[in-house]
């Protein structure tokens, strides 16, 4: 694989956020649903019954979470592409020097930027409200939880790689921004199995486990970001038809 | 008369396409087209909606592949493997200029800079707007543009990279006259600065004042020459003459002039299909005053590239319904 240019890559990433910006209905789509499933886990921790030493229902709150990262980029993946062929800008877009995989990469990472900083965030100010409000068993039940909160950390940004890179192939092979959003958003949920169980204690959250479900999670992001650039026909995004040689 | 150099030192074409086919499954979108494009040469594609030109300028851009024949663009062959190495070398403005209306003018031209790998492209962007007097416009969001000045945009965008090949793909379509008229003077000033240009349109008059030569395409190529070349190939020559009153016996003054082929009477003139223009008009005239007619006026018979556009596209119509 060719090296990818910075120049090119760096240029749809600015593109990209100032684009998004811009888009009012994009930023209410980004932040309406991380707010909502932030108040779950926050009433559940802040203002439920006093928990009793070795209680994980705190742990069901997390998960809610761990969606956040899922379905944050799911508007922008569905975006990527279709949008761009629906405002027009595809074409022009295609018949510049960029590659594929550049295309690919620099979509991906500008929507991974506003996602892994709002899934973040979130995390962020529920783990504070729990240190500063929650009850002490709650507040020390999740602290303690060291290899699920790695977890937590470790999986957001490859749990909104598999999520971004799926819903892009759906953009790239969806006529339509809904349809692909829809078919994106089902996609992404098949990793998120691994996580759930995990964090019921059904796979147990050692740091070993959490390790080897990164590395499976990371392998299948690269096999997914593959076949989206081996998905991403031009002829076909330009034209509605597949390309066939002599 | 210029004298043509040795084949052996003449430049390259820009542009060498020779049979080339695309077929999308049973529908043929242009068929076993063969032409070539000098260097700084403006070049116009013809032909009526769904002849193919658009699919043309998406081939030879990379965009799209080729079912069979091959093309060399800007000096590089047509090939899946070289179409990053085509597209750097080329610009293409299509029929829409598709620019992001969220973002600025300048905005717009620096992602077009990085898409192309120019680093420091502050001046180039400064002499593209330049180019298209947008210098002082570089901060307006596009969706506040006229259709007129978004053209003018994507123009400058397309000069960006300095490419050796300018496709332009309807360049003027929707525009209204005064925004056509802007970017024909841009047109003509990228001639001016020896730019290739490969101008598909389906605007006669447009094509006819702008380019060197012509190609007609309805999905095979009809022709390809200069304009003035396409008439001579399907027009006879003809003197038109317009006389105060009908003559009455115009056998008898026409038939008697050798380089009088025939005539007819049309529209209240009189045309003669003649073998020289130059020599038959004073002979006419002669004739003319001997038979005693008064002469309006006596001319050389113009057919506009629309009578040679119709003319061929006509013969299409009617070999398809035969």
């Not at chain 1, 590659?99 to 504070?128: C, D, H, N, W």
């Not at chain 2, 002499?127 to 570089?138: C, E, H, I, K, T």
């Not at chain 2, 056509?180 to 349109?201: D, K, N, Q, W």
């Not at chain 2, 190609?215 to 095979?220: D, M, S």
Request: proline letters at 6%.
């Amino acid at each position: 694989m060719k090296a990818l240019d910075g120049t090119r890559v760096g240029a749809v990433i600015r593109k990209e956020l100032t684009e998004f910006r811009r888009k009012r209905s994009i930023v209410v789509a980004m932040l309406v649903l991380p707010a909502i499933f932030l108040i779950e886990p926050i009433l559940t921790v802040l203002l439920g019954p006093h928990a009793s030493v070795g209680d994980q229902s705190y742990r069901i709150p997390i998960l809610l979470l761990i969606l956040i990262p899922v379905i944050t980029p799911s508007t922008l993946a569905a975006y990527s592409v279709a949008g761009e062929r629906e405002q027009g800008t595809l074409e022009p877009l295609l018949t510049t020097p960029i590659r594929t995989e550049e295309f690919i990469v620099a979509k991906a990472a500008a929507i991974m930027i506003p996602t892994l900083g709002l899934s973040y965030l979130v995390f962020g100010f529920f783990l504070a409200l729990v240190r500063l409000f929650s009850d002490p068993v709650i507040a020390a039940g999740i602290f303690n939880e060291g290899p699920l909160l790695l977890a937590l950390f470790l999986f957001t940004p490859l749990l909104a790689g598999w999520a971004i890179v799926v819903g892009m192939a759906m953009s790239v092979s969806a006529g339509e921004i809904r349809v692909a959003q829809q078919l994106g958003m089902v996609a992404s949920f098949p990793p998120l199995g691994i996580v759930i169980l995990m964090v019921l204690g059904v796979i147990q959250p050692t740091i070993t486990a959490a390790i080897v479900f990164a590395v499976v999670l990371l392998v299948a992001d690269l096999l997914a970001l593959r076949l989206t650039s081996g998905l991403f026909d031009r002829e076909r995004l330009v034209t509605g038809a597949r390309a066939v040689r002599a | 008369m210029p004298v043509e150099a040795p084949e052996a030192q003449r430049p390259a074409p820009a542009l060498v396409v020779d049979r080339l086919t695309k077929r999308f499954g049973e529908r043929t979108a242009f068929n076993d087209v063969s032409f070539e494009v000098a260097h700084g040469e403006v070049f116009g594609f013809l032909g009526p909606n769904g002849a193919g030109k658009t699919t043309t300028v998406r081939t030879l851009g990379t965009l799209i592949a080729p079912t069979t024949g091959s093309a060399t663009v800007a000096g590089v062959p047509l090939t899946a493997e070289n179409g990053v190495e085509i597209r750097r070398r080329i610009a293409i403005m299509p029929e829409a200029p598709g620019l992001y209306l969220r973002l600025t003018v300048l905005e717009n031209m620096r992602f077009a800079a990085g898409l192309y790998g120019l680093r420091h492209a502050e001046p180039r962007i400064e002499a593209a707007l330049d180019a298209v007097n947008l210098s002082d416009r570089a901060g307006d969001l596009c969706g506040g543009l006229s259709k007129g000045l978004r053209q003018r945009v994507a123009v400058a965008r397309a000069l960006l990279s300095d490419p050796r090949i300018l496709f332009l793909d309807e360049p003027t379509a929707g525009l209204d006259p005064v925004a056509a008229l802007e970017v024909h003077s841009l047109i003509s000033e990228l001639r001016g600065r020896g730019v290739t240009i490969f101008l598909t349109t389906h605007r006669l008059d447009e094509a006819e004042k702008l380019c060197d030569r012509v190609a007609i395409l309805n999905t095979t190529l009809r022709s390809v020459g200069r304009p003035a070349q396409l008439r001579a190939q399907l027009f006879q020559n003809a003197l038109a003459v317009r006389t105060r009153t009908a003559l009455t016996d115009p056998d008898a003054v026409f038939i008697g002039i050798a380089s009088v082929q025939s005539w007819r009477h049309e529209g209240g003139s009189y045309v003669l299909t003649v073998t020289d223009p130059e020599r038959a008009a004073p002979e006419v005239t002669r004739a003319l005053v001997g038979a005693g007619a008064d002469v309006l006026s006596i001319s050389e018979a113009q057919h506009s590239l629309e009578d040679v556009y119709l003319q061929l596209v006509d013969d299409d119509v009617e070999a398809r319904q035969r």
